[in-house]
């Protein structure tokens, strides 16, 4: 077997998309796919590293809502299992759907509140965690956009990843249906104030906005995907 039959496999085809929808060089999402098992078994350590870290919200909340508190891991493990299942010839435009939503929303609002409210996060983690939870949130948006290789998010795809996300901000920030709030553990209490308003509204703000944006990338992929082959089919 060869290098490639043993990380990953051939990549897919690429439909020609805009940048605004497929921003990574083509020479780069090629690589993803040919180590693809490398990228699921960096997304798999991620995630056990992201379950040691809420360890101690796992302590804290009943384990009925459990499946909410973990939210950066979840994505990694979302990613990992899309890319696993297109490498073993099983692509899941559910998975896919799911991994982006959660690696952009996720990837996007851990840096957001690591810079909004830096003072403490960096007093608490010290500056080699802050790096690095800062970088690899942000490595995990790179990631996501190679998924439009494998999926060109069909609306039942989209629908539900928004409706699992939609459900989870709920949970973290608005209407837990047992206990408290499930969102990530923030260096400050919830009803400090911060500027004009409160630490808990701030971080909500953002979680909203990072809601509704891969479900505006997902559908203009798509209007996209769809644009690009109507024009390679011709008249």
Known sequence: MDIVGALGRDPPDRDSLPRWVAPLPKRLE??????????????????????????????????????????????????????????LGRSSDTLAALAFFGNVKLGLWTP????????????????????FLLVSHLAMVVQAFVLHRITDFPLRAVAVATAWYTVDLLMDYFVPVVGEVTHTALPYADAEPWFTTTVLQVAAAGAVVLTVVPLFWALGTRIATLRSRASDAGP
């Open 30 to 87: 090629d690589v993803a796919f040919r180590f693809a098992w490398v990228i699921v078994a960096i997304n798999l350590v991620g995630t056990a590293f992201g379950f040691w870290y809420y360890r101690f919200q796992f302590q804290a909340l009943p384990t009925e809502m459990w499946i909410f508190i973990p939210d950066s891991p979840g994505a990694t493990l979302l990613i990992a299992l899309a890319l696993g299942a297109w490498a």
């Open 112 to 131: 957001y509140v690591l810079v909004v409210f830096y003072p403490q996060f960096l007093a608490n983690s010290g500056p080699a965690l802050y790096a």
